[in-house]
């Protein structure tokens, strides 16, 4: 997908109406999670930091909802992943479109990435 967007309404305009919405639920979830956060474009995709920290990056695919929380993010849940048979890559799961989004999988790994930044700050 050509970058041919500004901020992340820009971005979840360019999908149908389904995915819209899943982008949406997916983006207003994680500023539920924690304030303060920034929302910025990296890598051509939605992304989020925390204290000037990347925190999560999403982005919409044919298939599923690519959600990339870094290593860690991905390392300590990958069980997680196999139990609910999620693709999943060193950096990335893969949410599948079809089905609802796993928010209190979202949520631990949330958590677990905010831990992190907080812990390189001290």
Do not use: C, W
């Not at 149908?16 to 919405?21: K, L, R």
């Not at 539920?32 to 995709?45: D, F, H, P, R």
């Not at 925390?50 to 298939?63: I, T």
């Not at 929380?69 to 479109?97: C, L, M």
């Amino acid at each position: 997908m050509k970058n041919t967007f500004r901020n992340i309404d820009e971005y979840i305009l360019l999908f149908p109406i389904e995915v819209q919405e899943k982008l949406m639920g997916l983006r207003e979830f994680i500023h539920a999670q924690v304030s303060g956060l920034e929302e910025y474009i990296g890598y051509q995709m939605p992304a989020f930091k925390y204290k000037g920290k990347p925190l999560v990056y999403f982005a919409a695919y044919k298939q599923h909802i690519g959600f990339y929380p870094g290593a860690e993010g991905i390392k300590k849940f990958e069980k997680d992943f196999k139990d609910r048979k999620y693709t999943y890559s060193k950096g990335a799961v893969q949410f599948p479109i079809d089905l609802n989004i796993p928010f209190d999988l979202v949520k631990k790994i949330i958590d677990v990435k905010i831990q992190e930044i907080e812990q390189k700050k001290s």
